[in-house]
């Protein structure tokens, strides 16, 4: 429990570090919890969960190299998310707890058995006496922002445009901010039942911002919030933000803005839950009122997502008309290349937003300086393979 943050964004620590230590006293405390992983658990840095519980492990040969390993172990991994995702909702439909870790770009290869168990869960909720299932709860890092190492193959959020697609209203994407905000991220997957939950995040150090008196509220008060550290009061526009990676470019826009337009008045809005056409949880969607009172009613709105603008587009759309509305995401642009440079390929940077606003208020002498830093960022990491920032 972290009850103040003193400092907001000047201190860093590893959401999927803090989601291991909150893995690893689940195994500690519930001997039928189970964790399923294709084969990077250590990579996605929940290694700490092998200090309470051992691998699943077969007929092969140990050596001693290997991971502390047994038959009766409750960590199982194998190079198939078909196979575990399988083997996960036969424990599930049991009614016993677990979760699944994977790299983002490649939890889209169980869509169709996403969709079959979702169709389960529609089901069993109308039978009297079956009881209910604990959530499907997935925990996606490696993500498409932070992929730059690996390049283009692991660059991927389709299973977010999937899920929030799908009417049936079962299925929670969700994008904690940062450690704290995963804390209460993981509270809430597994107090979840009868739905699926997506949650994404860095499993790199990410700046802390919220404590976790507002990690709450972001989930009980329809899953957007205000961060009054980087707002102003009666403001000229709305920044918004769904993701840690894309929420802190928006914040770092905001840094940029206050130099070069210190009259302009801000307000930043981070969306931390989305569901079939709405902000917040398939249990707790934001309603129209309070969309207002956060986003204002007629002011313009630039919005950065972690996955594809449309899908974040189509949900606004629910609470406002499209001409208020810049959306910025992944568009299906990456490579092998440094951090901002991926964020600039998708027009998602600190800089990109930083021009929209010089655009809209009409400063072109500054849609000049940030394009110009752009392209020398762009050419820097092509022959250096680091950012100018």
């Excluded at 400092?7 to 999927?16: K, L, R, V």
């Excluded at 839950?273 to 902000?279: E, G, H, Q, T, V």
């Excluded at 830093?373 to 092509?382: K, R």
Aim: charged residues 25%; aromatic residues 12%; contains cysteine.
């Amino acid at each position: 429990m972290i009850d103040r943050v003193e400092n907001p964004g000047q201190e860093s620590y590893s959401p999927a570090k803090k989601i291991g230590e909150l893995l690893t006293a689940e195994f500690k405390n519930n001997p039928h919890f189970y964790f399923f992983s294709p084969d990077e658990t250590t990579s996605n840095k929940f290694d700490q969960i092998y200090e309470a519980e051992k691998r699943a492990w077969g007929c092969l040969k140990q050596e001693p190299w290997d991971l502390p390993e047994s038959e009766n172990g409750r960590i199982v991994e194998m190079l198939s998310e078909n196979v575990l995702f399988s083997v996960m909702t036969g424990h599930l439909m049991n009614g016993e707890p677990a979760m699944m870790g994977s790299y983002e770009a490649f939890y889209p290869i169980i869509a169709a058995q996403l969709l079959q168990q979702m169709k389960f869960i529609k089901q069993l909720k109308g039978v009297h006496w079956r009881k209910p299932m604990p959530a499907i709860n997935l925990l996606s890092t490696s993500t498409c922002w932070r992929q730059d190492h690996n390049g283009f193959t692991h660059q991927s959020p389709a299973l977010i445009s999937f899920l929030l697609s799908v009417p049936s209203n079962l299925a929670n994407c969700i994008f904690p901010i940062d450690d704290v905000a995963a804390e209460e991220s993981f509270r809430f997957m597994m107090d979840a039942e009868n739905v699926v939950n997506l949650t994404t995040f860095d499993k790199n150090d990410r700046p802390r911002y919220i404590d976790s008196h507002h990690a709450n509220y972001e989930f009980v008060n329809g899953g957007a919030s205000i961060y009054q550290f980087a707002s102003d009061n009666d403001p000229d526009i709305v920044f918004t933000a769904c993701g840690d990676i894309v929420g802190h470019e928006m914040l770092e826009a905001i840094k940029i803005l206050k130099q070069d337009l210190p009259e302009l008045r801000i307000r930043f809005v981070y969306i931390n839950s989305l569901s079939y056409r709405a902000i917040g949880t398939t249990n707790n969607k934001l309603s129209k009122e309070k969309f207002d009172e956060l986003f204002t009613t007629r002011r313009p709105i630039i919005a950065n997502f972690h996955g594809y603008p449309e899908t974040l587009e189509n949900i606004l759309e629910n609470y406002t008309e499209r001409g208020r509305l810049r959306v910025h995401g992944f568009n299906e642009e990456g490579s092998t290349t440094a951090p901002h440079e991926m964020l600039r390929r998708n027009m998602a940077s600190r800089y990109d937003i930083a021009s929209d606003v010089a655009e809209i208020f009409e400063r072109k002498d500054l849609v000049s300086k940030y394009e110009m830093f752009l392209e020398q960022n762009h050419f820097h990491a092509i022959q250096d393979g680091t950012d100018l920032i």
